[in-house]
């Protein structure tokens, strides 16, 4: 499958970002690739927002370590009034999912953006 069909149509990727001591915090999120940046929703309380304020730099990586597609890049939280562009291909992707709904406890909805700074792998091993 080519990488633009994998960014369409994977459903989880892996989000590694650095805890304030370093430490990596790595867990499964629902996305869309919109430009050259991966999109994800989230609430500005969880674990992987805070970090990102803390320390941009994050890794992605899809589900599939038999065909690895891997990413570097610096995350962005936007706030406030999010990208209805994004809103929109999130809720196509999954299956009208409103990632701008506030979830408690996780309080008000931010997106990530996270450019692309580099490829690691796209789509084989080696």
């Known amino acids: 499958m080519e990488i633009a069909d994998r960014l369409e149509n994977d ?4 989000l590694c ?3 304030p001591d370093g430490s990596p915090h790595v867990t499964p999120v629902w996305f869309v690739h919109v430009g050259n940046a991966f999109w994800i929703g989230s609430g500005e309380r ?4 805070r970090n990102v304020l803390n320390d941009p730099r994050v890794s992605l990586a899809l589900d ?3 065909h690895p597609i891997v990413v570097e890049g610096r995350a962005r939280v936007h ?19 409103d990632a701008g709904a506030e979830i408690r406890p996780f309080g008000p909805r931010v997106l990530l953006e996270v450019p692309v700074g580099r490829w690691l792998l796209r789509g084989s091993a080696q």
């Open 11 to 14: 459903r989880n990727l892996w």
């Open 64 to 66: 599939d370590g038999d």
């Open 17 to 19: 970002t650095l805890r």
């Open 46 to 49: 969880n674990v992987k927002v």
């Open 79 to 97: 706030r406030g009034a999010l990208r209805e562009d994004v809103l929109a291909a999130l809720a196509a992707k999954y299956d009208g999912w």
